[in-house]
């Protein structure tokens, strides 16, 4: 080979090799910037998610060990057990739009949630075991069951807005049951049961509460009282900062549906195209080739009209 010719082919090789030298690296790090698609297990199992966060909460899941600090919009999921800091505020919606907001030091465990748009057999159960959260009960409470359970009582409730004290255990102070009238004005029902199921009482009107004290017999007693003043504007205070968590969840909830009503038509896009791509022609198909109901496979050779006679 002529130096010309070498020189010539040499320079050839060095404009492709820094060309592709630069294409790879370029794709890689495009790839490395794509941001990875959260588990579709995971976004099935979301059952509720953070809309309002002041200070710090932590959040105590069935597989971990150890508290983990939530942040505004992180999912909520059954089994998990939330838990307010000093002087901080929780807001949480559930898919349902039901919302709780926890003042400090307030603890709930969500331990039922159930809800398919349409059912009858929808149902919940939260249980507020110190501190004070208020919730608007939505979906579930009118298709279904929705239950909040305490130390000492369990509540049945029917579609409205309430506030559940319960005292650190060993403090000064009586767990109490309040119902308050919806920002549309609608008062509900919170009907009060002890933990061995026998009904205490009902509450039928707005700004009414219980008080819970042990009875005669050393049985719970349900005990009606008129709320404080100074009780009542702290009250007011709780429930607007629920109806704020409350108008954010609701958008949260309406978004996770829209989410999940387009992953569904995508899985059934998906399915269709699979079936599609194996076509009537896989054998292992209904109806293909020396599949199940299917037309016998072509013999190979011929055998048609137009096999070629022998001897001609």
């Known amino acids: 080979m002529k130096r010309r010719e070498f020189m010539a082919l040499l320079g050839g090789a060095a404009a492709v090799w820094p060309l592709a030298s630069l294409l790879r690296p370029r794709a890689a790090r495009a790839q490395a910037q794509t941001p990875p698609a959260p588990p579709a297990q995971a976004a099935d199992n979301q059952i509720g998610q953070v809309a309002t966060l002041e200070g710090t909460a932590t959040v105590t899941r069935a597989s971990a060990a150890a508290p983990a600090a939530l942040k505004l919009n992180d999912a909520i999921f059954k089994n998990d057990a939330l ?17 709780f907001s926890l003042s400090a030091n307030t603890r709930i465990v969500v331990d039922e949630f159930v809800y398919q748009e349409g059912s009858s057999g929808n149902a919940a159960l939260f249980t507020v075991t110190t501190g004070t959260a208020a919730f608007v009960a939505s979906l579930v409470a009118q ?9 000492t009582a369990s509540l ?114 998906n399915q269709l195209r699979e079936r599609n791509r194996q076509g009537p022609n896989n054998p292992r198909q209904p109806g293909g080739p020396g599949g199940p109901g299917g037309r016998p496979p072509p013999r190979r050779g011929g055998g048609g009209p137009f096999r070629r006679r022998q001897g001609h």
């Open 83 to 99: 838990q307010t800091g000093a002087n901080s505020t929780l807001g949480v919606t559930f898919d349902d739009e039901t919302t």
């Open 156 to 269: 049945g409730i029917r579609g409205t807005t309430g506030v559940v004290d319960v005292p650190a255990r060993g403090g000064a102070g009586e767990p109490r049951i309040k119902l308050y009238a919806d920002t549309d004005g609608h008062v509900g029902r919170i009907e009060v049961f002890d933990r061995q199921g026998a009904q205490l009482g009902a509450l039928t009107q707005g700004a009414s509460a219980f008080a819970l004290r042990p009875g005669a017999g050393g049985r719970l007693a349900a005990v009606p009282f008129q709320i404080p003043p100074q009780e009542a504007a702290r009250d007011r205070g709780v429930l607007q900062r629920l109806a704020t968590s409350h108008a954010i969840g609701r958008q949260q909830a309406i978004q996770r549906r829209q989410v999940r009503e387009r992953n569904r038509q995508q899985r059934q896009r």
């Open 143 to 151: 298709t279904g069951d929705m239950k909040i359970a305490t130390p």
